[in-house]
């Protein structure tokens, strides 16, 4: 549709162990502290299941549908089968997601993605700052130690400095 937006779509990538839902669960209550309704898609490596052997909604799944809604007045879920999925699309994922309700997708994870996206480093996480995937699309860095790179170097520990710097990140998003 001519003049519609694109939702912009940020990703906090990290090692494992650096912090990344640490921050987020941070994040996101202050994002919306701030009036910025923020949507979440968290990748995980598990065969993750929201739905539990024995309910209702886990046995109709199983029978073969291959989409389920759980439904109650307080949230819904739907459930997808991707058995011949050979890798998760995340611009599929997002286009999934309610974006009247929204102004930013956060994603944890995805780090091979070409989308924007904030890397976190933490001194003593077993990693040295050398080993940062500075690509194209890191718009900062948010450490927890001083360090010199060719894009913003945010302080891990300060949330309203990431939110400030996305707020402006968001507002660049909307002239391109």
Not at 36 to 54: A, C, E, F, V, Y
Not at 114 to 123: E, G, T
Not at 148 to 169: C, K, Q, R, S
Request: glycine share 8%.
């Amino acid at each position: 549709m001519a003049g519609e937006t694109m939702i912009p779509v940020l990703a906090i990538a990290a090692w494992s162990g650096t912090g990344k839902t640490t921050l987020l669960k941070k994040l996101i209550p202050a994002l919306c502290e701030r009036g910025i309704r923020p949507g979440l898609i968290k990748h995980t490596h598990h065969n993750m299941d929201i739905d539990k052997p024995g309910k209702d909604s886990y046995e109709l799944r199983k029978a073969g549908a291959a989409q389920t809604v759980v439904a109650s007045q307080q949230r819904w879920a739907l459930m997808t089968e991707t058995p011949e999925a050979k890798t998760l699309d995340l611009a599929y994922l997002v286009s999934r997601m309610d974006h009247s309700t929204l102004d930013l997708v956060l994603v944890e994870g995805f780090k091979q993605e070409s989308i924007a996206k904030i890397l976190l480093f933490r001194a003593g996480a077993g990693h040295e700052p050398g080993e940062l995937a500075l690509d194209t699309h890191v718009v900062a860095v948010a450490s927890d130690v001083l360090l010199t790179l060719d894009v913003p170097v945010l302080n891990l520990n300060d949330v309203g400095e990431i939110v400030a710097f996305i707020e402006m990140w968001m507002a660049g998003q909307e002239t391109l």
